[in-house]
């Protein structure tokens, strides 16, 4: 067939073959990716005015691509936390909407049968007390309780009621005991945490009472000391847990050189090394409540070299025979944070060696393990302001944490 005969790219000077909207594979991918084929030059930069990050697509930034793939525009939209009713100024519940809207447009009236007052349940809800195996209605706990110590109520389901809409649901008992906080719905749950944070755990209650607690605690401690003796026993400061902080491990010896081998030929980078997700957790805690710290890492523009490079601000302390080590997470003047991962039960030893070394030093190391900061978060912020209280006063009065302390000891029990 005669090139003649195809279709050719529509680009004066082009002589290459059709490929899609009438230009040729090279000009078509030019156009996809900038709107214009004529360019050929790699952007580097965010094309919106003042922005100097890195270039990912469609000309913009990470930062600006997302928002144009939500909102549309590259630029933030105004908060709208107003009812949008007409002559209303209360706060959004859902759907841009005020409980007291969204009740009247969404939910059906119904009387409790203990204070007989009238009170709104969602349409969707009746489903729930079918399920309860009682035509009953309550408009509260009070009611629900003082109903059942008079005339006796045994529903089939366990009652649970929301922590965000305060409205009752059926949920077995097993979930509803190991839970801290209960929500209807996936939507409840986000509304909630946008409002009062993401380290407020959700799901993460503990099956044990507080003396069943204490009493298992104390118990692993004193087969520990019997069994694993640790050489970082007389440093205070020094919190790894005591199955990576020793000797001894749950694997054979073969084992653990097949571990070591294939951890060996991996291929780390510098952004496998930082920002390792728990690093990024605590240094959301953190960033959310306007503590000021040094770690992470940064992309920075290298104009000699032309690129992108990666540099790591994490705060560099000098150990013993001419090494060094880079703290996870540093708060001035001298309180380290270390997230420790699956990896460092193969580095008790090295572990133990940097807590010795710092401590010389008059640094205090705090350790939190993988898996305390992913099941208990609120539990690592709370730890992590009791040492801002103790070794920066300064800093912890200036930000005025104390009012997250007293929470965490009303809501979770957490000392003071």
């Given at each position: 067939m005669n090139l003649e005969l195809k279709r050719i790219c529509k680009v004066t000077g082009c002589t290459s073959i059709h490929c899609g909207l009438e230009f040729c594979n090279k000009h078509y991918l030019r156009f996809k990716k900038h709107g214009d084929s004529s360019i050929t030059k790699y952007q580097e930069f965010c094309n919106q005015k003042g922005c100097n990050n890195k270039h990912s697509h469609w000309g913009l930034c990470s930062t600006h691509a997302a928002r144009v793939r939500h909102t549309g525009v590259p630029n933030l939209l105004p908060p709208s936390n107003i009812c949008n009713e007409s002559n209303c100024s209360q706060n959004v519940f859902r759907n841009k909407k005020c409980n007291s809207h969204w009740n009247e447009q969404f939910g059906s009236r119904s009387k409790c049968d203990y204070c007989l007052k009238t009170f709104v349940r969602l349409k969707y809800r009746e489903n729930e007390r079918k399920k309860i195996g009682s035509g009953r209605s309550f408009c509260s706990i009070p009611c629900r309780q003082?109903?059942?110590?008079?005339?006796?109520?045994?529903?089939?389901?366990?009652?649970?009621?929301?922590?965000?809409?305060?409205?009752?649901?059926?949920?077995?008992?097993?979930?509803?005991?190991?839970?801290?906080?209960?929500?209807?719905?996936?939507?409840?749950?986000?509304?909630?945490?946008?409002?009062?944070?993401?380290?407020?755990?959700?799901?993460?209650?503990?099956?044990?009472?507080?003396?069943?607690?204490?009493?298992?605690?104390?118990?692993?401690?004193?087969?520990?000391?019997?069994?694993?003796?640790?050489?970082?026993?007389?440093?205070?400061?020094?919190?790894?847990?005591?199955?990576?902080?020793?000797?001894?491990?749950?694997?054979?010896?073969?084992?653990?050189?097949?571990?070591?081998?294939?951890?060996?030929?991996?291929?780390?980078?510098?952004?496998?090394?930082?920002?390792?997700?728990?690093?990024?957790?605590?240094?959301?805690?953190?960033?959310?409540?306007?503590?000021?710290?040094?770690?992470?890492?940064?992309?920075?523009?290298?104009?000699?070299?032309?690129?992108?490079?990666?540099?790591?601000?994490?705060?560099?302390?000098?150990?013993?025979?001419?090494?060094?080590?880079r703290a996870d997470v540093f708060i001035e003047p001298n309180i380290v944070l270390e997230a420790d991962g699956w990896t460092h039960q193969f580095h008790h030893v090295r572990d133990c060696d940097i807590n010795e070394n710092l401590i010389e030093q008059n640094q205090k190391i705090f350790r939190f393990s993988e898996e305390l900061i992913h099941k208990n978060p609120q539990q690592v912020f709370h730890k992590i302001l009791i040492a801002i209280k103790e070794h920066a006063p300064k800093l912890f009065e200036r930000k005025n944490l104390s009012d997250a302390l007293t929470f965490n000891f009303e809501k979770y029990g957490y000392p003071i």
């Amino acid at each position: 067939m005669n090139l003649e005969l195809k279709r050719i790219c529509k680009v004066t000077g082009c002589t290459s073959i059709h490929c899609g909207l009438e230009f040729c594979n090279k000009h078509y991918l030019r156009f996809k990716k900038h709107g214009d084929s004529s360019i050929t030059k790699y952007q580097e930069f965010c094309n919106q005015k003042g922005c100097n990050n890195k270039h990912s697509h469609w000309g913009l930034c990470s930062t600006h691509a997302a928002r144009v793939r939500h909102t549309g525009v590259p630029n933030l939209l105004p908060p709208s936390n107003i009812c949008n009713e007409s002559n209303c100024s209360q706060n959004v519940f859902r759907n841009k909407k005020c409980n007291s809207h969204w009740n009247e447009q969404f939910g059906s009236r119904s009387k409790c049968d203990y204070c007989l007052k009238t009170f709104v349940r969602l349409k969707y809800r009746e489903n729930e007390r079918k399920k309860i195996g009682s035509g009953r209605s309550f408009c509260s706990i009070p009611c629900r309780q003082n109903f059942t110590a008079e005339f006796g109520f045994k529903p089939k389901r366990n009652l649970e009621w929301c922590d965000w809409c305060e409205r009752p649901y059926s949920k077995p008992k097993s979930l509803g005991i190991r839970t801290k906080l209960t929500f209807c719905s996936l939507k409840c749950m986000r509304i909630y945490q946008s409002h009062n944070g993401w380290y407020e755990a959700h799901n993460k209650g503990d099956s044990l009472s507080p003396e069943q607690r204490q009493r298992l605690n104390e118990n692993l401690e004193k087969w520990r000391k019997e069994h694993e003796p640790c050489r970082s026993e007389s440093v205070q400061e020094c919190l790894i847990p005591s199955s990576r902080c020793t000797k001894g491990s749950s694997h054979s010896q073969k084992t653990l050189v097949k571990m070591r081998k294939k951890r060996g030929d991996r291929i780390y980078t510098v952004k496998h090394m930082v920002n390792t997700p728990i690093e990024r957790k605590i240094m959301s805690m953190l960033a959310v409540n306007e503590i000021p710290f040094i770690g992470g890492m940064k992309e920075i523009w290298n104009a000699d070299k032309q690129k992108w490079q990666i540099k790591v601000i994490q705060k560099k302390f000098e150990m013993k025979e001419g090494r060094s080590h880079r703290a996870d997470v540093f708060i001035e003047p001298n309180i380290v944070l270390e997230a420790d991962g699956w990896t460092h039960q193969f580095h008790h030893v090295r572990d133990c060696d940097i807590n010795e070394n710092l401590i010389e030093q008059n640094q205090k190391i705090f350790r939190f393990s993988e898996e305390l900061i992913h099941k208990n978060p609120q539990q690592v912020f709370h730890k992590i302001l009791i040492a801002i209280k103790e070794h920066a006063p300064k800093l912890f009065e200036r930000k005025n944490l104390s009012d997250a302390l007293t929470f965490n000891f009303e809501k979770y029990g957490y000392p003071i």
